[in-house]
């Protein structure tokens, strides 16, 4: 990470609230093109979250702590904080003098967009104000939020502008609220009274794949960029009589991760 950061442009994209099985499975089956096309060898890496819910798990991803691969370790990371003591951190890890990855990035010349889609960026309270307050810009309208059916793609026009408003390398984060509950609307001839299932977040995650090429453009058309996207957490549909997360069990704690780089221009 010592040779990306600065001469590349960084997206992190956070699915929140996808699960593992129901991403792989996708994958799989063909389902995914444009993160297939994206992936190294086209499909997901197996992860545990850092934590059962988005406040949680983004607190620890924005200090560096990402999803940490689902096999004995110990795992480097890419990114640390300088934090004497720490087993994660090696040659290849970018270290940053900051309490957050943001402020290190800042720190090091990036602009930082948050473009944010679940409750904990809406900045309609102080606590849904705490992470977006690490950005040096951020977004969120009720249009990205888990109850529009369009919210990925007004996201993504809200990265757009933002992107466009400045000339610095940029580290662009976007947590997409489109996966999270309720997603019912997602699944063809679903009702609310359906409610939500692994195939509804399923077709979520096929209509997130329709878009998301756009993101990859945007991040590789002015410089090469370097690409993060995972689930924050996962939820459960039943398992075990468990609806939800902020539980520990497997299908919360088991997420999709995938990290590539992107040649300029290669995404159009």
């Known amino acids: 990470m010592n040779d990306v950061v600065g001469s590349h442009d960084l997206l992190l994209v956070t699915l929140d609230t996808l699960r593992y099985d129901v991403a792989e499975e996708l994958m799989a089956a063909g389902r ?25 798990a983004h607190a620890a991803i924005l200090a560096g702590f990402l999803p940490t691969p689902a096999a004995p370790g110990p795992h480097h990371r890419p990114f640390a904080a300088a934090f004497p003591g720490s087993e994660t951190t090696a ?19 990036y602009h930082t967009i ?9 900045k309609l309270t102080p606590l849904g104000s705490a992470l977006p307050g690490l950005f040096a810009e951020s977004h969120w309208e009720p249009e990205f939020g888990v109850t529009a059916p369009a919210s990925f793609e007004a996201q993504i026009a809200r990265a757009e502008l933002a992107v466009a408003g400045t000339d610095r390398p940029v580290f662009l984060f976007v ?31 096929e209509y997130v794949d329709r878009h998301i090429g756009r993101l990859f453009a945007l991040m590789s058309a ?8 995972c689930s924050d957490h996962g939820t459960a549909y039943g398992e075990d009589g468990y609806i939800g997360h902020r539980i520990g069990h497997e299908v919360v704690w088991t997420v999709p991760y995938g990290e590539f780089t992107m040649e300029r221009g290669r995404w159009r």
């Not at 040659?91 to 010349?109: E, I, M, N, Q």
């Open 32 to 56: 995914l093109p444009t993160l297939a096309r994206a992936l190294p060898g086209g499909r997901w890496e197996r992860r545990h979250s850092p934590g059962s819910f988005t406040y949680a």
């Open 91 to 109: 040659p290849g890890t970018w270290v940053f003098d900051a309490p957050d990855l943001p402020s290190g990035l800042a720190g090091a010349g």
């Open 114 to 122: 948050c473009v944010g889609g679940v409750g904990f960026f809406n």
């Open 175 to 205: 947590n997409v609220s489109a996966l999270h509950q309720p997603n019912w609307f997602h699944l063809p001839g679903a009702t609310r009274e359906h409610g939500d299932s692994r195939r509804s977040q399923a077709a979520a995650l």
């Open 222 to 229: 002015r410089r090469a960029g370097f690409a993060i996207v």
